[in-house]
């Protein structure tokens, strides 16, 4: 946006501009390259005329002076810098839950590369075979995948009754039984209480019983890193305990912007304050806060997010947009949704696979509010449901929706439009039931 | 909708309710079973207490006193029928050219199962070893796909100077790219003079010159079987030559409705008369005429299409929806376009496949009014696109739009916000464009 501008960028860790969401394959070698994670380096941005200073922790930030004490993490030293303009990009870490053994050797959680360097490293030396993943959200979904691929026998450890939580029960269920037919042992409803042995992990101890395991991988969920922006004045969401930002991502402090897994936005569809830490929104928030932090002015604007989501598990796809019903409960809707089971083409041509459906639409406009999807497409239904989401269209409009259709893309009836004229006969249904009551 | 109403289906051809969009499939055996493609036996619609009766035709029908005159083609018999409502679904007919020799042995047209039959038969009778089909829109290109999957050498000959001509000139580049590096040759502003042969087509001439063919494929287009219709006196449309219908699928007669290849509906983009014979487009007009003729009602409502459609060549799949560049300048919008090309998934995922995209604007508005996608996933990107100019999204709305990422189901940031992000670059330029003449 502005050549001129003189860009700084003081990170933590080696590695300026990574693909976490890669992480998990590159445990198993889907991914085989671990510099094909690295998204951009420090020299390639140096080309574009941004300084990137890797292994440098910014301390402490003085709005008043506009001024920044940073800590070398080579030499230890620190030193001063000024700003004119400040993003906040400081992200988010994972979660460590109060479990004694948490700290043993062979413990990891995965969010950076070095987090996935370090489980190579040990599966390298230690050749693990029971591996035991805590937490059923998708990043302990895909870590079970990945270390099973390695051959590991995997246990899945969730503590709420259901794995994949964001979702609808059904989808629960599919997640479930796909991977257990893979192999993956999964247990729910399981707290863990400790992880036990001497120096190296041994075992895992839950709702009174233990099973053996040689590597954990913790994956309880990420948080938003605060704690800079909050000493510095900057506002933070009661709800979420991320950064608050208007909708052009300025925080509440003058001329500091901020933008990525770090900061609180809203999600469309219940109006609520949501915290969303994903790449794509990141990268999204990014190039908003990046082109008016440069113009100085609200060019761009950020107007929050559906709550779109998706994740692969070993071969099902499983995706989400918008509110599921117990979002949308939460969210003060009532609720009309349809589950279909339909196929992701012509079921005469060759490779057919069968794809699960639902649509969530608010009982009182008919509009959809939400949409999960698992089985072979779920991606592309996702995506066309987040777009008519963010449309704003109804029920009524899916049914006639113009999509393609060709033998190898669908049936002849989309699965989206399949389900929505289930759920407008729902609707007939429940404005029946409400004229026999009259 | 109405369990009580006795409901005949008169039918010329043998199978009431076929795939014609798998007919070119047939051909080659990637599907193997002819029955595959039917959907439904009059068995099965006698089950639901519909009765077909097939090789009967229709040949007047006289919407005063609400009759029908039917002839059997089994026996040649004539008679009469009632109606107290009526649905015109005569579909659509290949278009035969006045060429010299189209009546030849071994020159088909692919629309009806019996086609696909007869070219089956010519095929395991004479063994042809070199194959030309007229007509590079999508069912020619399919056409060409398929012979060559058996082996045969084929020619496609398009007398226009590019193939698939609803797309931009990017596509159909692609395309023939395409289809000539898996060894079909291509022929474009190539207008065919005569099929040469005696009894048995042996060569097709063109421009000049001749090629040898010992089988020929007519993909020259259909048109709408409206001449009962209009001998009835439905009005049918000036432009499109198709059956007049309102949005309730009624035709200018009495308890007369009409849906599928035979009637006339509008481009939602373009506000224009369109005809766009497409199965899935098919199926939701007769949901919808024949749910009113049931009501008697104008229950539900077809308000129009997109022009959406995909189809697959090899292994390249091309999509649109909406208008492309010259169908948006014919109906008298300014277009502001943006094409990039992108990957289908994380570039560090195995199996990565570029994707070409391009999003057509509306410059008054900023409104997405087409969007043309090529290679892999191009049918997600068309139905998201779809979706997007249903939802009248302006490209400002798709830069931000909240689709589902994670590394095997695209990039992070989304080929359709990637091109939004562009056009958005595009239209800063025009306005500043505009700023500096001022």
Redesign the interface.
Known sequence: MDPGAEITVYQEEPEPSI?E??LP?LLSG??E?RD??VARTPEKFAEKGVEVRVRHRVERIDPENKRLCVRSLEDDGTFEDSYDRLIVATGARAVLPPIEGADLDGVFVLRFLADSDAVRRYIAEHSPERAVVVGGG?IGLEVAENLSRLGMEVSLIEAEDRVALAFGPEVSERVEDHVEKKGVRVYTGAEVEELVGDERVQGVRFGGCEIPADLVVLGLGIKPVVELAAEAGMEIGEETGAILVDKHMRTSLHDVWAAGDCVETIN?VSGKPAWVP????A??MG?VAGTNAATGEDTL???G????????VFDL?V???GLSESEAQDASFETISAAIEATDR?????GVEKVFLKLIADAATGRLIGAEAAGSGA??L???C???V????AYA?L????????????P???PV?QAA?VLSGEFDRARRGVRASE
């Open positions: 693909s969401c890669g394959y889907v991914v390259e094909d994670l998708y469309l994903l790449g794509d929104t990268n999204q190039r604007e950020f107007p997010v559906l709550g779109t989501g998706i994740f692969k796809g995706g989400k947009t012509a079921n005469y041509y060759p991606d592309k996702t995506d066309i987040a777009t008519a963010w449309g704003k269209l409009d049914v006639n929706l113009d999509l393609a259709y060709a033998p190898p893309y669908g002849a009836i989309s439009i004229t």
